[in-house]
């Protein structure tokens, strides 16, 4: 008897949504297949059809969460000063809040934010190391670090209770990024 692919896509995305459930209020390690089964109404062959375990389905959700390299923006400039694409970068985490707001909050995968930034790095890499001049090791850690902050602020941003409007925050951003911490906190 062959399989119905939509039916088997829908019972693993019935997995992966139980998974979910589960992990937005408690820690992996405190969830079993038992409970993913239960929550989703299927028996623990059904689940073992799709993943070997419940860390396989963390790793199945962080990864459809990475972008591709060829998914990314491509980053210009315009005007030759070093820049990041913040407003693409906005617009992927936006798109993906539900999830990246649990993952690289407290409850979440301490090993999702250097996947995300792993990801990003290389187009920007490529892009930015071909300005005259520029030192690979010193671009390196320049990225590192605005990638970490960017991932943070957003994280930061998605926990508050009333946060900035998303334009506000983009200017900030913006603001800190071309005139650093020092002069924002001067004025």
């Known amino acids: 008897m062959k399989k119905q692919p939509h039916l088997t896509a829908q019972t693993k995305q019935n997995l992966i949504e139980a998974f979910w459930a589960l992990y937005c209020e408690q820690r992996i390690e405190k969830i079993t297949v038992k409970d993913i089964t239960t929550k989703a109404g299927y028996n623990r062959g059904t689940f073992y059809e ?8 963390l790793e199945e959700i962080e990864n459809a969460l990475i972008p591709e390299l060829d998914e990314l923006p491509p980053v210009s400039l315009p005007t030759g000063n070093l ?22 909050g407290d409850k979440g995968d301490p090993a999702f934010a250097s996947k995300l930034k792993n990801a990003i790095k290389p ?12 030192n690979l090791t ?15 602020i957003m994280s930061y941003w998605f926990k508050q209770p009333e946060p900035l409007p998303g ?7 913006h603001r800190l990024m071309e005139q650093g911490v020092m002069k924002q906190l001067s004025v």
């Open 138 to 152: 010193e671009l390196d850690y320049i990225i590192e670090y605005t990638l970490s902050s960017m991932i943070g």
């Open 123 to 134: 187009s920007l890499m490529r892009v930015l190391s071909e300005k005259p001049g520029m």
């Open 83 to 104: 820049g990041m694409p913040i407003d693409a970068f906005l617009a992927l985490y936006a798109q993906n809040e539900k999830y990246y707001s649990v993952l690289l």
């Open 167 to 173: 334009d506000e925050l983009f200017k900030l951003i």
């Open 50 to 57: 799709y993943f070997t375990d419940v860390y396989a389905v």
